[in-house]
């Protein structure tokens, strides 16, 4: 059985609970502000967890709709970026993906469901001007946070490592590299949040959470 990242686990109570319920895998996060994760860090919330008899699936960001609103600093910049749906469009010879979604979208409790970045793929829709002017600077000012060294977490992968994360809740990228200095392979691999999310509301029914 696998918990996703809608039912955290914080105190030692929560891990046994856990337990007693059957579940193997979970994911989590330390009790360290994410700036300050550090390999070791990691390493001993992962024996933490093992230590109850649970396996750490994936190490998640902790944010939430309260911590984007903070960063921000502006409810009129948080507004709109919630607001205003943008066309995301991607095309290559064999494929033609399209979407319209906010940069940061809500569920219908007004809490973080999902963050959406990519500067090369999206199109704003017409605006007013005023209101246009508002979205760029607002989206500016979430590019620059997305891109401060105080957000970001930067490390390197080694041959066979392996990286997972929710990308509803986690921007990626990497960084450059010279290529007359090697090579580079990644393979990536996708679930489906459709099932994913079916067999959580399944387990939310099954045991009253």
Not at 75 to 91: A, D
Not at 196 to 206: A, C, F, S, V, Y
């Amino acid at each position: 059985m696998y918990l996703g990242t809608q039912f955290a686990a914080r105190t030692d109570a929560d891990y046994e609970t856990f337990k007693q319920l059957g579940v193997n895998n979970i994911n989590g996060f330390p009790d360290v502000q994410h700036q300050n994760w550090t390999p070791k860090n990691l390493i001993q919330y992962r024996e933490k967890v093992e230590s109850f008899g649970l396996k750490l699936d994936m190490v998640q960001l902790p944010l939430s709709s309260a911590d984007i609103d903070t960063r921000v600093k502006n409810g009129e910049f948080y507004n709109i970026l919630t607001k205003v749906k943008v066309k995301f469009k991607f095309i290559d010879k064999d494929v033609v993906l399209e979407h319209w979604a906010e940069l940061i979208l809500l569920d219908e409790n007004k809490k973080l469901k999902q963050v959406r970045f990519s500067p090369r793929l999206d199109f704003v829709p017409i605006l007013e001007k005023s209101e246009l002017d508002l979205y760029y600077k607002a989206r500016k000012k979430l590019s620059a946070m997305y891109n401060s060294d105080k957000y970001r977490i930067e490390f390197k992968l080694q041959p066979k490592d392996l990286l997972m994360m929710d990308n509803y809740r986690l921007l990626h990228g990497r960084t450059e590299f010279d290529a007359n200095e090697g090579s580079r392979f990644l393979q990536g691999c996708y679930l489906d949040f459709d099932s994913t999310e079916g067999k959580l509301r399944h387990l939310k029914r099954k045991f009253n959470l």
